[in-house]
């Protein structure tokens, strides 16, 4: 079974332009998440989709960031202007929620390599 | 609110021996989930250990294994000997059974095995 991929794995731009990330989930799963994980941290919730729809998108900033599942497959995030405190890295992960399936512990959340991006 | 609490930024251990990692949360919830995962300098974040908060029998996976106290709303977990390998920064994340599926996670403990 192919994992959660991601594009690209290290991105290095400059502040005020503008960066689009990539994610393909796992084949099946209806719930996409994207999270920001600055260094020295854990995990921060962006964003999650369902099939195509947003569950929770409270902790975007949503005068920069832009997020979209339009076939309720793969993603996009985007961060337009960049600013200096988006250097981190962006990882999204996959999870069946809230499908149940025989054997699977439906939360469990599958996560892409991550994305490195740095802003000079 | 909920929060997951790790206290150790930092440990190390030498090879093949045991080490603990902490971490303790907060909720209202009676079902909830608990998680730990591993992340790696290639920054990979892989599923170590599941503990359903309505099982009471600890889980383990391996070398891995958990203490789980709901009283006392803690969830340690053990790596019995340790690898090399095991270098790497471990999150400890929640998730309530009545939420939408969204992960909290702790900051992260960085464990170094060393030779």
Redesign the interface.
Known sequence: EAGVAQSPRYKIIEKRQSVAFWCNPISGHA?L?WYQQIL??????LI?F?NNGV??DSQLPKDRFSAERLKGVDSTLKIQPAKLEDSA?Y?C?S?L??NPAPGV??????????T?LTVL | AQTVTQSQPEMSVQEAETVTLSCTYDTSESNYYLFWYKQPPSRQMILVIRQEAYKQQNATENRFSVNFQKAAKSFSLKISDSQLGDTAMYFCAFIGGGSQGNLIFGKGTKLSVKP
Do not use: M, N
Not at chain 1, 40 to 45: A, D, S, T, V, W
């Open positions: 719930t998440y020295g941290q854990g995990p921060k919730l999650q369902q569950v929770d890295v990882l992960a999870s929620w809230p512990t439906t939360y469990e959340q599958f996560f892409g390599p991550g490195r």
